[in-house]
């Protein structure tokens, strides 16, 4: 099993830019998380999904999309990406929502 | 917004020596678990609680469910230059439904060799 797997890796973009991350799992986990973390913020939701065709708003949303069409995916847009955007992405999934929480290997995304 | 305050932020520690971090809410929460996060990596799961009083133990890692259900504490004995990380606790409310899991802010530890 791949786990939790996130592409790209690292991504430079330039202000007002979009772009699509995307993350997929192999555990037939329900729900699935995407989360931003910066310097002494910890992890900050930023939407999650309790299945598949759902999607709710966590923390911060704003300036984000996304999208779970098929349970494996959980896409994160960025239809106008903005320098505060800067920051690290991961990915979770779990089974259920009270259990643990894996994670992605992360993407590191630096708009200019 | 944060519900869960996790203390220390960081901490400087010399090799060999015992570490204790925490994790206090105003709120009552049904699950507590505590993850590592190594640098450039995602957080990994270390230990999992889901009864108030419940204490676990995983190697020389030792997590406490507190019985006000408010608040958990994580011991590391004994410490290596491995242990170096961010140590994050995460909680899901009481009564939450099925909304997801709140995270602290993380513990840094560094050790000194």
Not at chain 1, 38 to 66: C, F, Q, W
Not at chain 2, 85 to 108: E, W
Request: neutral net charge; glycine residues 10%.
């Amino acid at each position: 099993n791949a786990g939790v797997t996130q592409t790209p890796k690292f991504r430079v973009l330039k202000t007002g830019q979009s772009m699509t991350l995307l993350c997929a799992q192999d555990m037939n986990h329900e729900y699935m998380y995407w989360y931003r973390q910066d310097p002494g913020m910890g992890l900050r939701l930023i939407h999650y999904s309790v299945g598949e065709g759902t999607t709710a708003k966590g923390e911060v949303p704003d300036g984000y999309n996304v999208s779970r069409l098929k349970k494996q995916n959980f896409l994160l847009g960025l239809e106008s990406a903005a320098p505060s955007q800067t920051s690290v992405y991961f990915c979770a999934s779990s089974y259920v929502s009270n259990d643990e929480q894996f994670f992605g290997p992360g993407t590191r995304l630096t708009v200019l | 917004g944060q519900q869960l305050n996790q203390s220390p932020q960081s901490m400087f520690i010399q090799e060999g020596e015992d570490v204790s971090m925490n994790c206090t809410s105003s709120s009552i929460f049904n699950t507590w678990l505590w993850y590592k996060q190594d640098p450039g990596e995602g957080p990994v799961l270390l230990i999992a609680l889901y009864k108030a009083g419940e204490l676990t133990s995983n190697g020389r890692l030792t997590a406490q469910f507190g019985i006000t259900r408010k608040d958990s504490f994580l011991n590391i004995s004994a410490s290596i230059p491995s242990d170096v990380g961010i140590y994050f606790c995460a909680g899901q409310l009481q009564d939450s439904g099925n909304t997801p899991l709140v995270f602290g802010k993380g513990t840094r530890l560094s050790v000194i060799a």
